[in-house]
């Protein structure tokens, strides 16, 4: 499924926090994206910072205020898009298997907090190979129109507001994309009802590990899944180091088991190394490029 969305209807999916954390605030300062915009409750919310704190709140204010201009300037013209494949899925060993395509994945290594602690794999929260039954996974990618990454390349502080919105907007569809997903598309929490604060607090069923985050850490893995998605679709091309373009993207697996939560591989040893090496048909030397961060 492709979706296109118009900005403002994914804008009320942003997490401010990130967006505000982009531009050294601390998360008590993105408080300002939940105050109603008149004068009177704006005035309130200053009341509750310190007279030290205050500029900062001042500051936050004023950027939200621009952040929300930008915003409606920015529907005018461009559009955010989104890529997603429901496919049949099992899990063999560690690795997946997506409408028959091997999938490798890294499984936690580092020692545990508490001795009954599972040592994690995102494979573990699909039905193996062995059962018999075939389950699903998601593959999805979401981008922003690549014109806004030219924008304003005469006012610094204009062409960062919009990067640091496009990076937020392209989160913004895959919270959306996800949330269709859920309800609609594989439709295996058709009666959900959270609000976009339950969204950006995860209370949903399942997850959606995105490339080169703790649980997906390799960004290699991007050439897999264009194979699965064909990003080019909707705008997005690969470097040859795995990098997508534009860089206000987001791409990764969605995973529906009850149980599935987000987790961190954390570092792993030599063995681990060379055995995923192999599996995604890879020198060690090149693996280490793109798990460096783990080793």
Not at 22 to 28: I, M, N, V, Y
Not at 127 to 148: C, H, K, M, N, Y
Not at 184 to 206: F, T, V
């Amino acid at each position: 499924m492709i979706a296109d969305y118009k900005i403002h209807e994914v804008s009320e999916y942003i997490n401010w926090i990130y967006f505000f954390h982009a531009w050294g605030f601390q998360p008590k300062y993105a408080a300002i994206a939940d105050i109603h915009g008149c004068d009177s409750c704006r005035a309130v919310w200053l009341t509750g910072f310190t007279e030290e704190e205050r500029p900062k709140a001042c500051e936050a204010m004023q950027l939200f205020k621009e952040a929300n201009r930008m915003l409606d300037q920015l529907d005018a013209m461009y559009q955010t898009h989104g890529v997603v494949n429901i496919m049949d899925a099992n899990a063999d060993g560690d690795d997946l298997l997506l409408n028959g395509k091997r999938f490798p994945l890294l499984r936690q290594q580092t020692a545990k907090l508490k001795e009954d602690d599972p040592f994690l794999c995102l494979s573990d929260f699909v039905r193996p190979l062995s059962s018999g039954i075939t389950d699903q996974v998601g593959a999805f990618a979401t981008t922003v129109d690549a014109e806004t990454e030219r924008l304003y390349a005469e006012d610094d502080y204009k062409r960062m507001l919009v990067q640091t919105l496009s990076d937020r907007l392209a989160e913004a569809t895959a919270e959306k994309l996800h949330e269709e997903v859920r309800k609609k598309l594989w439709g295996y929490a058709p009666d959900e009802n959270l609000s976009i604060k339950d969204l950006h607090n995860e209370k949903y069923q399942g997850i959606r590990p995105a490339v080169g985050y703790p649980s997906l850490p390799d960004q290699s893995v991007n050439f897999l899944l264009d194979e699965l998605l064909d990003m080019n679709q909707i705008g997005i091309s690969l470097t040859e180091n795995g990098m997508m373009k534009p860089h206000a993207s987001v791409c990764g697996l969605m995973f529906a088991h009850p149980a599935s939560r987000y987790f961190s591989i954390g570092k792993i040893g030599g063995d681990q190394l060379a055995d995923y090496a192999a599996r995604r048909g890879m020198s060690i030397e090149e693996t280490k490029k793109f798990l460096a961060a783990n080793l």
